[in-house]
């Protein structure tokens, strides 16, 4: 399986390929938050004063160092957006789908140009990601939670591959007997998962990395071995990754070229000249 890396702005580079040439389209974009974008990392310092306790009882002291970042302020966010998403949608193949990563900020407005662009009735899902990570506002209730809407080309004929669909604990296993209990059941529309934090194994350094473990669900679901996906938005390149694991071809943009860094580090492969 092979995966590549293209630095540029997406618009341009998603033009050179043919039309109907993928079959799945992940675009996570800058949500328009009106704040940079930036990883922290934690690092512990030796240090015998120090509140962190680690191996043979050493102590650390630990604080938040900066990572790269990016801007993420657009006056006018769907100027930006739309001709992307018309772009991912000409590349998608007449049984693709595509997905769409948002936050609660802008979800709203680009849902409306979404089915302006691509039609209401081939809008199938509004997945709800829910996390339980982090600070606790006390001033309204946290917003723990990313919106993923997805477009299939064909509303009648797309790949949802049931038999992919991983299981999940029940809520109240003693409600529906120890044999239901074991095998768990599947999720619904809101997928619990918890955020790549800041400690995390899957942590690239790259701010906004999502969770492999969501585009997983997504590429094996809606998708089939050697099937060619698409991320322009690519930031660390968590889509590829999932394509590698999985046996599916995948073309990464980046405008970065700190992002471009990261994703050849992480998936092993050289950007293309
Ligand atoms: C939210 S992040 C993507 C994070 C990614 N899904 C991951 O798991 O690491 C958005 C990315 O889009 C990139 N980006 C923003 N505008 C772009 C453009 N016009 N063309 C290509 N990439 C762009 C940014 O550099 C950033 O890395």
């Given at each position: 399986?092979?995966?590549?890396?293209?630095?540029?702005?997406?618009?341009?580079?998603?033009?050179?390929?043919?039309?109907?040439?993928?079959?799945?389209?992940?675009?996570?974009?800058?949500?328009?938050?009106?704040?940079?974008?930036?990883a922290?990392?934690?690092?512990?310092?030796?240090?015998?004063?120090?509140?962190?306790?680690?191996?043979?009882?050493?102590?650390?002291?630990?604080?938040?160092?900066?990572?790269?970042?990016?801007e993420?302020t657009?006056?006018?966010?769907?100027?930006?957006?739309?001709?992307?998403?018309?772009?991912?949608?000409?590349?998608?193949?007449?049984?693709?789908?595509?997905?769409?990563?948002?936050?609660?900020?802008?979800?709203?407005?680009?849902?409306?140009?979404?089915?302006?662009?691509?039609?209401?009735?081939?809008?199938?899902?509004?997945i709800?990601?829910?996390?339980?990570?982090?600070?606790?506002?006390?001033?309204?209730?946290?917003?723990?939670?990313?919106?993923?809407?997805?477009y299939?080309?064909?509303?009648?004929?797309?790949?949802?591959?049931?038999?992919?669909?991983?299981?999940?604990?029940?809520?109240?296993?003693?409600?529906?007997?120890?044999?239901?209990?074991?095998?768990?059941?599947?999720p619904?529309?809101?997928?619990?998962?918890?955020?790549?934090?800041?400690?995390?194994?899957?942590?690239?350094?790259?701010?906004t990395?999502k969770?492999?473990?969501?585009?997983?669900?997504?590429?094996?679901?809606?998708?089939?071995?050697?099937?060619?996906?698409?991320?322009?938005?690519?930031?660390?390149?968590?889509?590829?990754?999932?394509a590698?694991?999985?046996?599916?071809?995948?073309?990464?943009?980046?405008?970065?070229?700190?992002?471009?860094?990261?994703?050849?580090?992480?998936?092993?492969?050289?950007?293309?000249?």
């Open positions: 399986m092979a995966v590549q890396i293209h630095l540029g702005d997406n618009l341009d580079v998603m033009r050179r390929f043919s039309t109907g040439s993928f079959h799945l389209a992940y675009l996570d974009p800058p949500f328009n938050t009106g704040r940079r974008q930036a922290t990392r934690i690092r512990g310092t030796p240090d015998p004063d120090g509140t962190r306790v680690g191996f043979r009882g050493r102590r650390y002291r630990t604080e938040r160092v900066s990572g790269p970042s990016f993420d657009f006056d006018d966010y769907p100027a930006f957006l739309g001709p992307r998403l018309e772009e991912a949608w000409r590349l998608l193949d007449p049984s693709g789908s595509l997905f769409l990563q948002l936050d609660w900020r802008e979800v709203h407005h680009v849902k409306v140009l979404a089915d302006a662009l691509f039609g209401r009735r081939r809008f199938l899902n509004e709800i990601w829910a996390w339980d990570y982090g600070g606790r506002s006390r001033r309204r209730w946290p917003a723990k939670h990313g919106n993923i809407l997805w299939a080309k064909n509303p009648r004929k797309y790949t949802f591959r049931a038999e992919e669909v991983d299981r999940i604990p029940y809520m109240a296993p003693e409600l529906v007997g120890a044999e239901k209990a074991a095998r768990g059941k599947s619904t529309d809101t997928w619990w998962h918890t955020i790549v934090g800041p400690t995390s194994r899957e942590r690239t350094g790259w701010p990395q969770p492999l473990g969501i585009l997983e669900r997504i590429v094996r679901v809606h998708s089939a071995p050697g099937d060619r996906l698409l991320d322009p938005f690519a930031g660390s390149g968590t889509l590829g990754e999932a590698l694991r999985l046996g599916r071809d995948a073309v990464l943009v980046d405008c970065d070229p700190r992002a471009v860094q990261v994703m050849e580090r992480r998936l092993g492969v050289s950007a293309c000249p």
